[in-house]
């Protein structure tokens, strides 16, 4: 844990406070609720907006385990009495204090800075508990999956999901590896540059790569003194940070030079980019998605790669699209949990319930149903989520395999993952604990006819 000075500590826990806030009552995603809050803090100093990052993304990480110390240290009052920046602060000073780097006094100081002094008196007294906890007692009384829950920072209700789905041994290993954030990569555009070439350009500014074993242009970020998205190799679009699992989706897909690919649910443009890099910029990619703000992004991030080939359309892929495109390749990656990328996305754990994963497939399904209507004949159709549940994945495709007979199942390759469960071996799934990015799923399926 860096050690900062007090006007930079108290920046940090400024920007951090304001955005759990918009995380928690705006349910915006940490990373907007960073960019809004730095701007209302006016902090643009690197080591600051560092600082407050990690000290948002590991709060909302443990946010069960700190929501159940800070309410036991409030006792009698009640966390929701509070004022929301009251109640942000706490948790964050919670983290910094049991988790963290230890400072209380500090962080106690910048509150009052922060907040007024007599907000911060209202609560002077769980502060100094909160200081004094032992963490064990907390967990008194609690059964098996309530402890792993606290343990792993996950939701009791997926704990026992994926005790039941995967058994409490593989379970155990899985969520351990989602509790953590899961390796940062960058996938190099050949469109613009060599992997040489790029590795030499980050390693001057330095940010440390390593290739990646399984894909030729994918290398994994395993040290910088700079960002990754403030060196000037990702400025002039020399590469795009991107999961392995996100790659493996395309390269599932196989596009090809001067074909038509329609790329639904596409913002922010990940796939739609190295799609465009696969075909050397020859062909059409149709880019769909119902979000203009995620589309603005898409258009941004095509002319910073040299994408020349993206056609974006904003529309929602529920409905018939507004747009006629026979398509050779339809690849759909829609809205899901996001249950396996807890380890890269904490908020996303916290928002959705036991009921979440059916909820969605049916939403994934209409869309998947939508989707293969503009599958030509001979055509491949690729459906993949970030998201480990079987409702969301093996559930949805076969539902519309009995649904579809003119589609047929085909393998998965390259053969990175595992295979599909439920006997769709020909399905292919990645796990944070045995493959090093997002947990996810992908199906390929042809259309006979």
């Known amino acids: 844990m860096m050690s900062l000075s007090f006007r930079k500590l108290k920046q940090s826990l400024h920007t ?19 960019q809004e809050a730095s701007r209302k803090v006016r902090v643009r100093d690197l080591e600051v907006l560092r600082f407050a990052h990690r000290l948002l993304i590991e709060t909302v990480r443990r946010l069960n385990l700190i929501n159940l110390a800070v309410s036991e240290a409030l006792k009698p009052v009640s966390l929701n009495e509070l004022r929301p920046d009251v109640r942000s602060f706490l ?7 049991l988790f963290g780097d230890g400072r209380p006094h500090a962080y106690a100081r ?26 064990d007692e907390l967990y008194h009384g609690l059964s098996d999956e309530e402890t792993v829950a606290l343990e792993t920072c996950m939701p009791t209700w997926f704990v026992r999901y994926c005790f039941r789905l995967f058994g409490r041994h593989a379970a155990l290993r899985l969520l351990e590896a ?20 790029v590795v030499e350009e980050c390693e001057r500014e330095g940010l440390k790569l390593e290739a990646d074993s399984d894909l030729p242009y994918l290398y994994r970020v395993v040290g910088w003194d700079v960002p990754p998205v403030h060196t000037r190799a990702y400025r002039r679009g020399h590469y795009y940070i991107q999961d392995k699992s996100s790659c493996l989706a395309v390269e ?93 996305r904490p908020s996303a754990k916290w928002r959705i319930t036991s009921r979440s994963p059916k909820t969605m497939s049916e939403l994934q399904y209409r869309m998947l149903e939508t989707s293969s209507r503009y599958v030509k004949k001979g055509g491949v159709l690729v459906y993949s989520t970030c998201s480990v549940t079987v409702e969301e994945n093996e559930l949805v495709v076969e539902r519309f395999l009995k649904d579809n007979s003119n ?21 292919m799934r990645l796990y944070p604990h045995l493959h090093e990015c997002n947990g996810f799923f992908v199906a390929k399926m042809v259309r006979k006819y």
């Open 178 to 197: 989602m509790s953590k954030p899961t390796p940062i990569y960058v996938r190099v555009n050949t469109l613009r540059a060599s992997g040489s070439r």
């Open 252 to 344: 599932v897909a196989n596009p090809k030079p001067f074909t038509t690919v329609l790329d639904v649910c596409a913002a922010p443009g990940g796939k739609t980019t190295l799609m465009a890099q696969r075909m050397k910029n020859r062909g059409v990619i149709v880019s769909v998605d119902y979000s203009d703000r995620r589309m603005r992004t898409l258009r941004v991030e095509t002319r910073r790669m040299g994408v020349t080939v993206c056609h974006p359309v904003v529309s929602d892929a529920v409905n018939p699209l507004p747009v006629r495109v026979e398509a050779d390749l339809v690849l759909i990656d829609p809205p899901c949990t996001s249950t396996g990328a807890f380890g890269r």
């Open 16 to 34: 951090a406070v304001r955005a759990l806030t918009l995380v928690e009552v705006r349910g915006l995603s940490e990373r907007l609720a960073l």
């Open 91 to 97: 948790k964050v000073y919670a983290y910094a204090v």
């Open 407 to 427: 589609f047929e199942l085909e393998e998965a390759t390259p053969r990175i993952g595992v295979p599909g469960l439920r006997s769709l071996t020909e399905c």
């Open 110 to 135: 910048a509150g009052r800075s922060i907040l007024g002094a007599g907000e911060v008196s209202r609560v002077e007294e769980a502060l100094g508990r909160i200081r004094m906890m032992d963490l």
